[in-house]
């Protein structure tokens, strides 16, 4: 195809891609958080087997001696903020895979009404 394409195709074409950019971050966000979700629940799961006077730190920039039921609470919450999170990013995930399909059927149909070039 010789030419330019028309203005609202290059739209629609630089709309996707932006999409898919959204995309692959809102993933990438996702992974990370399941990670870290990952991570609390094994923290916790050790916490559970440890006697409540074991000596336990909290591993951050510093060590920090806790007791167990305070680090417990803390893990539990921020592990409840993570879910909710992650819950969030999947809905954004399927708003954008669904505004991503709705925006390629569109791009479809315009590309379906160029007239062919040639002669």
């Known amino acids: 195809m010789s030419g330019e394409l028309p203005p609202q195709i290059q739209n629609q074409l630089a709309q996707l891609q932006q999409l ?32 409540d006077d074991a000596v336990i730190y909290s591993v951050g920039e510093l060590l920090f001696k806790s007791e167990k039921n305070k680090l417990t609470e803390e893990l539990k919450e921020r592990k409840e903020m993570m879910d909710l999170r992650l819950k969030t990013m999947s809905k954004q995930e399927e708003r954008i895979q669904s505004r991503f399909t709705q925006l390629q059927d569109q791009l479809k149909q315009s590309l379906g009404q160029i007239p062919p070039k040639g002669g």
């Open 20 to 51: 898919q950019q959204q995309a692959q971050a809102v993933i990438s966000q996702k992974t990370q958080i399941e990670a870290l979700i990952r991570e609390t629940d094994a923290a916790l799961r050790e916490l559970e087997k440890s006697s």
